[in-house]
């Protein structure tokens, strides 16, 4: 059987896939628009927090305040999106919330208060929404039927490098330019790249959720009813909290490592390096997910990653004040992270199959989206109320070690068909 007869017969059994040329040209659309998304709309604000507080004035529990509020946007906005994706694509809601961003980032670096700081993080935070991984996840699993495991890692991989390009960049663009500045040269990539790779990248047909996978084990995930059972079971909400709980201390760790790093004695670029090169843990991680994949059960699989997680901070808390070694244990870290991203991403459908997938994964995200909004405030909260990052790094690996436990319950006892 020729590939094209073999992919054809694919297509079939996974109703709404692309062919494989279709979906690899997809890859390489979602790949680029997310490696600069999330560069210039997370990373940067962790390499430029501690600039944009000298040159303001402003409070780091202000600045890192807007920031938070961002992430409670991009969660409660996430939910709408996941609906919106299953019923109609992700072309018009991600290309939509590309536009969103550029007045989000502009108003960012022109604000002359915290008022409008904080406006433009709120533009910026329903701008995350629908650009970053959940409606990516969303796309590919629908598109890529039977491949959508290796198209996701393929993604993951490439945007994994964001904070490898972007936190030293915007590191860089800051001692030339000023913070404001860098913010608007990283703003052009949105409009050339970002807007237009969205419309024209991602023309292709979608069959809406209600008519997704008929005829199969998990038909019936397009009643609501169904969707509603799933969403209610105890699996599904000690997932939940697990992966708010992983959100919680990660990005709680990723936005408070360069004063960490700081306070440890390293220069802000060095640490702003440091942070880059986490993103090539993340890589490194997710080239061998599917060997780990295929070694592992769904439970164990959350169980590992996350119980990894607890350890690499916890051994950064402990570690004795050297730069080589902390630089290791924080890519160490990086592919912890990297490969909790593809549990993260593939856990509605090893669960319970791709129907519904959109909505499914907004709910299960949110309070994710929530937890990872209050980390900048955790992280910085727990550091001045114990006295050190450390000691605040030690109490963050505890919280992902109870996630690590509440994931042993997290997966049904019927496996999706």
Not at 188 to 214: C, D, F, K, M, Q
């Amino acid at each position: 059987m020729s590939e094209a007869t073999a992919d054809a017969h694919s297509a079939a059994r996974q109703p709404g896939a692309l062919q494989v040329a279709e979906l690899r040209r997809v890859v390489v659309v979602l790949s680029t628009v997310q490696i600069i998304s999330w560069g210039c709309l997370y990373y940067a604000f962790a390499a430029l927090q501690s600039s944009i507080t000298a040159e303001t004035g402003w409070s780091s529990v202000a600045v890192t305040g807007a920031f938070s509020l961002s992430q409670f946007v991009a969660g409660g906005v996430g939910l709408w999106v996941g609906r919106h994706i299953d019923a109609f694509g992700p072309r018009k809601v991600m290309t939509a919330a590309s536009l969103v961003a550029i007045p989000g980032i502009a108003t960012v670096s022109l604000a002359p208060n915290l008022p409008v700081f904080y406006a433009g993080w709120v533009m910026t935070g329903a701008a995350m929404a629908g650009t970053l991984y959940p409606p990516a996840f969303a796309a590919l699993t629908r598109w890529g039927g039977d491949r959508r495991v290796r198209a996701l890692t393929t993604l993951t991989l490439v945007a994994g490098l964001a904070s490898t390009v972007f936190a030293p960049l915007a590191s860089a663009l800051d001692d030339r330019l000023g913070w404001r500045q860098a913010y608007l040269v990283l703003l052009t990539g949105l409009v050339l790249i970002t807007v237009p790779l969205h419309w024209w990248g991602l023309n292709h047909p979608w069959r809406s959720a209600h008519h997704a996978v008929e005829g199969r084990g998990n038909a019936a995930m397009h009643d609501t009813a169904q969707i509603t059972a799933v969403a209610r079971s105890t699996p599904f909400l000690l997932l939940t909290l697990a992966n708010a709980l992983t959100g919680l201390a990660v990005f709680a760790v990723v936005i408070n490592l360069v004063p960490m790093l700081v306070e440890q004695g390293m220069t802000r670029n060095l640490a702003a390096l440091a942070l880059g090169l986490g993103g090539i843990g993340q890589v490194a991680g997710r080239l061998g997910y599917a060997r780990f994949a295929a070694a592992t059960s769904v439970t164990s699989r959350g169980v590992l990653v996350i119980g990894a997680v607890a350890v690499a901070t916890a051994a950064l808390a402990l570690a004795p004040d050297s730069v080589g070694l902390l630089v290791v244990l924080g890519m160490v870290l990086g592919l912890a992270r990297g490969v909790y991203t593809l549990v993260q991403a593939t856990a509605v459908t090893d669960r319970w199959g791709p129907a519904a997938y959109g909505t499914l994964n907004g709910i299960l995200t949110a309070p994710a989206l929530v937890a990872s909004a209050a980390a900048p405030f955790a992280g910085a909260a727990l550091a001045a109320l114990l006295g050190s990052y450390a000691d605040a790094f030690l109490v963050l690996a505890g919280l992902a070690a109870v996630a690590a436990a509440l994931m042993f319950g997290a997966t049904p006892t019927r496996p999706p068909t």
